[in-house]
C-alpha cells in the first residue's frame, strides 16, 4: 500500500479575517502541492487549524470590547469560509477548543515532558505594566528584538525569526497603552532547547534548507539554543497542569508541537510544512525539539515564504494593513487570484501587492488564455460543424512544438513536486503553453485560406485540441475552477495527471461544449 503524503500549512490566528498576504504564503501554494499528488494519484492530507489561543486573539477581543471566545470563533469560521472560497481544500482542520481530544492532549503531554524534567522552571524578568496591571507576554508588549534590534512583539521577532524572552526586548513598552514596561521577576515554565543540541544538529544537517533558513539554523547553534517559556501568566489558553503553575496558560507555541505529535499518531513520515519565515525557528527548533522527546518522526521538508508587502509594509492582520482575501475573491475570483498570488509568491524574497498588478492578471487571461480559447471554439463552430476533426494532430511546425512541450510537461512536473516546488515557474511555463498555442494558430490559420490547406488546417485545429487538453490538466493545481471548465468543455476526467501524456485531444467525433462565460477567472 501507498504511504499517504502529508502536508500541513501553518495555523492562522483569529484576530482578524484572511488577507491576501496569507494566500500568498502558505496557504494556496499548500493546495497546489496537494492537488497535483493527487492528480498523479498519490494519496495525500492536507492539514491545518485554528491559533486560538494566541496573546493576538485576546488582545484583539481586549481592543474591540469583546470576549476572547467570541473573536475566535467569528473570525475563525471566517477564516474556513475564505480558505474554500479560494479553493483551498484541507483535509484536516484542527479546532483547538472544539476538536475532542485536543485539551486533554496539550495538557498530557505537558505533564510528562515536565515529569521527565524536559520542561523545566525558572525565575526571569518579565515586563509589566504598572497603568494596565497586567504581565507583558506574546503580542502585549513590544520592543526592539534583541537580536537584531528590529521591532518586535514578545516571543518572536518578525524580521529575523529569532526567539525572545520578553523581558530580553530593547525599551519594552505595553502594546495596549503604550507606557514603557517595568520589569518584574516571574517564574513560569521553560523548555531548554540545548538538550536537544544533537537531534537538531543532525536533523538540520540532513535537510536540504534554503539558505536562510540555514543561516537561521547557524546562528541559533552558535549563539546557544534558547531556552523557550512554555507557560505564562493570564487566563486564555490551555491551564497548565503543573502544581505551582495552574494560573499560567501553556504557550501556544508548545500548544502547535502537541497537536503535531496528535496528528502524527499511525504515520510512519513527517509532513511538508508550509510556512512563512517569521515562524522559523518555530517549526526548525521548538517543534521538532518537542516531537524528538517522544521520538516520533520530524518534517520531511519545509516550504518557506517571505513577506508579502502592501504600500512598503509587511501585510498585518492586528495592524489592519491589508487587502482582505474575501475582497479580493469577490473582485477578481478564485482563479484569478490564485494565479496573481502564486506568480507573485515571496519565494527567497520578499513580494510587494499591487492592486493594479492584479487587475492586470485578470486582464491577461482574458486577454490571451481566454481568447486563444474563445478562437478555437469559435473555429470548430465554423469549420468543423462545432466537432473535434477526423485529422490526427499536425500542422506547419506541429511536430516541433509537440517535442517542446513534452519537455515542458517534465519542467512543470519538476516545478510542481515537493523537491523543486515553485508556483511562480509553474505560472511562467503556463503562460509560455498559451503563447505557444497563440503562435501555432496564428501561422496555422492561414492553411484556411488556402485550396488544398483544408486537412492541414484541421490537423492543426486538432492539435490546439490536444494543447487545450493538456492546459485543462497542467493548470488545475493553479486554477482549479478554469481547469475543470476546460474539461468539462472538452468531455474530459478534471484532474489529471500533469504529464506529457496530457498532450491527447478528445476522440475524433467529439463535440465540445465550451461555457457561455470566460474559461479561466471572470
Known amino acids: 500500500?501507498?504511504?499517504?503524503?502529508?502536508?500541513?500549512?501553518?495555523?492562522?490566528?483569529?484576530?482578524?479575517?484572511?488577507?491576501?498576504?496569507?494566500?500568498?504564503?502558505?496557504?494556496?501554494?499548500?493546495?497546489?502541492?496537494?492537488?497535483?499528488?493527487?492528480?498523479?494519484?498519490?494519496?495525500?492530507?492536507?492539514?491545518?487549524?485554528?491559533?486560538?489561543?494566541?496573546?493576538?486573539?485576546?488582545?484583539?477581543?481586549?481592543?474591540?470590547?469583546?470576549?476572547?471566545?467570541?473573536?475566535?470563533?467569528?473570525?475563525?469560521?471566517?477564516?474556513?469560509?475564505?480558505?474554500?472560497?479560494?479553493?483551498?481544500?484541507?483535509?484536516?482542520?484542527?479546532?483547538?477548543?472544539?476538536?475532542?481530544?485536543?485539551?486533554?492532549?496539550?495538557?498530557?503531554?505537558?505533564?510528562?515532558?515536565?515529569?521527565?524534567?524536559?520542561?523545566?522552571?525558572?525565575?526571569?524578568?518579565?515586563?509589566?505594566?504598572?497603568?494596565?496591571?497586567?504581565?507583558?507576554?506574546?503580542?502585549?508588549?513590544?520592543?526592539?528584538?534583541?537580536?537584531?534590534?528590529?521591532?518586535?512583539?514578545?516571543?518572536?521577532?518578525?524580521?529575523?525569526?529569532?526567539?525572545?524572552?520578553?523581558?530580553?526586548?530593547?525599551?519594552?513598552?505595553?502594546v495596549l497603552c503604550g507606557t514603557p514596561a517595568g520589569l518584574r521577576q516571574v517564574r513560569r515554565l521553560y523548555l531548554p532547547l540545548e538538550h536537544f543540541r544533537r537531534e537538531l544538529t543532525e536533523y538540520w544537517a540532513g535537510l536540504e534548507l534554503p539558505p536562510r533558513l540555514a543561516v537561521l539554523c547557524d546562528r541559533l547553534l552558535q549563539d546557544g539554543l534558547p531556552e523557550v517559556a512554555v507557560s505564562h501568566p493570564g487566563d486564555w489558553g490551555v491551564e497548565v497542569p503543573v502544581a505551582g503553575f495552574t494560573e499560567q496558560r501553556i504557550d501556544p507555541r508548545f500548544e502547535l508541537a502537541a497537536g503535531r505529535l496528535r496528528q502524527q499518531e499511525g504515520r510512519d513520515g513527517g509532513p511538508v510544512e508550509f510556512f512563512g519565515f517569521d515562524r522559523a525557528y518555530v517549526h526548525l527548533a521548538l517543534v521538532p525539539a518537542v516531537l524528538s522527546a517522544r521520538g516520533a518522526a520530524l518534517p520531511s521538508a519545509f516550504q518557506v515564504n517571505e513577506h508579502y508587502r502592501l504600500d512598503g509594509r509587511r501585510f498585518s492582520t492586528g495592524a489592519r494593513h491589508a487587502v482582505w482575501a474575501l475582497d479580493a475573491l469577490t473582485e477578481a475570483g478564485s482563479d484569478t487570484l490564485r494565479r496573481h498570488v502564486l506568480s507573485e509568491r515571496p519565494e527567497g524574497r520578499p513580494a510587494d501587492f499591487d492592486p493594479a498588478a492584479l487587475d492586470a492578471t485578470r486582464?491577461?487571461?482574458?486577454?490571451?488564455?481566454?481568447?486563444?480559447?474563445?478562437?478555437?471554439?469559435?473555429?470548430?463552430?465554423?469549420?468543423?460543424?462545432?466537432?473535434?476533426?477526423?485529422?490526427?494532430?499536425?500542422?506547419?511546425?506541429?511536430a516541433q512544438l509537440r517535442?517542446?512541450?513534452?519537455?515542458?510537461?517534465?519542467?512543470?512536473?519538476?516545478?510542481?513536486?515537493?523537491?523543486?516546488?515553485?508556483?511562480?515557474?509553474?505560472v511562467a511555463l503556463l503562460d509560455e503553453v498559451v503563447r505557444l498555442a497563440e503562435d501555432f494558430h496564428a501561422v496555422n490559420a492561414h492553411e484556411r485560406d488556402r485550396p488544398s490547406g483544408a486537412e492541414r488546417y484541421r490537423a492543426s485545429l486538432s492539435a490546439e485540441l490536444a494543447i487545450a487538453a493538456a492546459l485543462a490538466a497542467w493548470a488545475w493545481p493553479v486554477m482549479p475552477e478554469g481547469a475543470e471548465r476546460l474539461a468539462c468543455a472538452l468531455g474530459l476526467p478534471a484532474g489529471g495527471p500533469v504529464t506529457a501524456a496530457a498532450l491527447t485531444p478528445p476522440a475524433p467525433g467529439t463535440r465540445p461544449a465550451p461555457p457561455s462565460g470566460p474559461v479561466f477567472g471572470y
Open 363 to 398: 486582464e491577461h487571461l482574458q486577454g490571451s488564455w481566454n481568447s486563444w480559447l474563445a478562437t478555437l471554439f469559435t473555429a470548430l463552430r465554423e469549420d468543423c460543424d462545432g466537432l473535434r476533426p477526423e485529422q490526427e494532430p499536425g500542422g506547419a511546425g506541429w
Open 1 to 174: 500500500m501507498t504511504a499517504t503524503a502529508w502536508i500541513t500549512a501553518t495555523p492562522p490566528t483569529p484576530n482578524g479575517e484572511l488577507h491576501v498576504g496569507h494566500l500568498a504564503g502558505p496557504y494556496v501554494a499548500a493546495d497546489v502541492l496537494r492537488r497535483f499528488l493527487r492528480a498523479d494519484g498519490e494519496p495525500c492530507r492536507l492539514t491545518s487549524g485554528l491559533d486560538d489561543h494566541d496573546s493576538v486573539v485576546e488582545l484583539c477581543a481586549l481592543t474591540q470590547g469583546r470576549k476572547t471566545e467570541e473573536v475566535a470563533d467569528g473570525y475563525g469560521e471566517a477564516i474556513t469560509v475564505d480558505w474554500r472560497r479560494a479553493g483551498v481544500e484541507f483535509d484536516q482542520i484542527t479546532h483547538p477548543r472544539a476538536e475532542p481530544g485536543h485539551l486533554a492532549a496539550v495538557r498530557g503531554l505537558f505533564q510528562e515532558l515536565h515529569a521527565e524534567g524536559v520542561i523545566v522552571p525558572r525565575s526571569r524578568l518579565l515586563p509589566f505594566c504598572a497603568p494596565c496591571d497586567r504581565p507583558l507576554h506574546g503580542a502585549y508588549v513590544g520592543g526592539g528584538c534583541p537580536s537584531c534590534g528590529a521591532p518586535a512583539q514578545g516571543n518572536l521577532c518578525r524580521s529575523c525569526a529569532r526567539p525572545n524572552d520578553c523581558g530580553d526586548l530593547l525599551d519594552p513598552h505595553c
Open 403 to 426: 517535442e517542446r512541450l513534452e519537455r515542458t510537461a517534465g519542467d512543470l512536473r519538476c516545478a510542481y513536486g515537493p523537491l523543486g516546488f515553485s508556483p511562480r515557474r509553474v
